[in-house]
């Protein structure tokens, strides 16, 4: 990854803060030597604010250029104190970048530029008096923790940006798995409308064929092929809301799915869930004989998918199951199990494909869904379907 892809926008305040910063280490630089310049060498003193400010300015493309601004700032701060800050923002910038080619020779000449700022410029006292290896020491801690305090930043800004990365692959990567699942589904309803469809379609052309090139039928004949049509036609829109119906049930084969759903699966599929090792509390106060046959078969899928949920992420957990009549003339179903302890302070997991799934499959129905965890970490699926179609 290069220092480019993860070195983030600054921010005003981003702005703001560094420049505050470097005006601190400036002036804290220069307290030691500013009565000295204003009383001998004033000269000296408007170089040195000039060049301060230069490097204020410079500063400014310091991602753009990092080698030429900061090998400009540290050689300024051979003769200027006032571009030390300047000096010591561009040295942390460049060494976020964590190229030893380009970190190595600048750390040579801020150390150079240091040495060169104690021993040869014209100070309060020259030449200073303190020893030659305290110097030289003192700078190379000063730039060395510049250095650090840049590489660690740098450090820190790449793992945060392959984070991310990794996390939008996984987006892609989940919203590539939705994209292929509904491109399957619409595939699958292509060969159930095939199947179910192509004989009732074919026989109404047929006889509308007839009655549109025959002009020696007789009534009774022209009656008869208008029942047919009738009858077909009319079979042809019943199932084809059946086709509609049957979305994300069984294996996605070419084959038609039938027989239909009846109450009494529902409760066979209970007792198959139990049989298998769960605890699951069952009750059904609705009358699902008067609904219509597309509804109980949504609402067995709903069921399935409920307790196949609660046996992935919770197989220790009770489920309890209710299929009550709704207010608004309809069905409600609910299917609540408690979470597991290990994820009761844990946010929701997205939905996965069964349950978007269950999602397009009552969309489809014309009902609602939804599902929620509430504070004492229970999972509810809440399922209303109309009773009739």
């Given at each position: ?7 983030p ?23 030691g030597?500013?009565e ?21 300015i410079a500063?400014?493309?310091?991602r753009?250029?990092?080698v ?7 050689l300024a ?22 190229r030893w ?7 040579v ?25 305290l110097?030289v ?14 590489l ?45 469809l192509?004989h009732?379609?074919?026989t109404?052309?047929?006889?509308a ?26 079979l ?10 049957v979305?994300?049930e069984g ?12 109450p009494?699966?529902i409760?066979?599929?209970i ?9 699951v509390g069952?009750?059904?106060s ?9 509804t109980?078969r949504?609402?067995y ?10 046996r ?5 957990s009770t489920v309890?199951v ?7 003339s309809?069905?409600?179903l609910?299917?609540?199990n ?13 939905s ?38």
């Open positions: 990854m290069r220092p480019e892809d993860y070195q926008p600054l921010t005003r305040w981003g702005h703001l803060w560094r420049l505050l910063l470097m005006l601190v280490i400036s002036a804290v630089a220069t307290a030597r500013l000295y310049q204003i009383e001998h060498a004033r000269w000296w003193l408007a170089i040195d604010l000039l060049l301060g400010v230069v490097g204020l500063v400014w493309w310091r753009a250029h990092p030429v601004v900061c090998t400009f700032t540290a701060s051979a003769v200027s104190i006032t571009v030390s800050g300047p000096a010591a923002l561009a040295l942390v910038s460049l060494s976020t970048r964590r080619r380009e970190i190595v020779p600048q750390a000449i801020g150390i150079g530029a240091g040495v060169l700022a104690e021993r040869i410029v014209p100070g309060p006292t020259a030449p200073s008096p303190e020893p030659m290896f110097i020491v003192l700078t190379v801690a000063i730039v060395g923790a510049l250095i650090a305090w840049g660690y930043i740098g450090s820190r800004r790449e793992l945060l940006a392959s984070w991310q990365s990794r996390a939008m692959l996984a987006e892609q990567e989940q919203q590539a798995k939705i994209s292929q699942a509904r491109s399957v589904e619409r595939a699958r309803i292509a060969r159930e409308m095939h199947d179910v192509a009732r379609i074919s109404v052309s047929m006889y064929g007839a009655l549109a090139f025959r002009d020696d039928l007789s009534s009774e004949e022209i009656a008869q092929t208008s029942r047919t049509i009738e009858e077909n036609s009319r042809a829109l019943t199932e084809l809301r059946e086709v509609l119906g979305l994300r294996p996605g084969d070419a084959d038609p799915e039938v027989p239909q759903v009846r009494a699966d409760d066979a599929l007792e198959e869930n139990r049989d298998a090792g769960m605890r069952y009750t059904r609705a009358d699902l004989d008067a609904v219509s046959a597309s109980v949504t609402l899928r709903c069921v399935q998918e409920g307790l196949t949920n609660a992935k992420h919770a197989p220790a309890t209710r299929i009550e009549p709704a207010r608004a309809g069905i409600d609910l299917v609540v408690p979470l597991p302890i290990g994820d009761a302070r844990t946010s929701l997991p997205p996965g494909l069964g349950l978007i799934g269950l999602g397009e499959r009552v969309a489809l129905s014309g009902g609602r869904h939804s599902v929620t965890r509430t504070d004492d970490a229970m999972f509810i699926l809440h399922v209303w379907l109309p009773a009739q179609d």
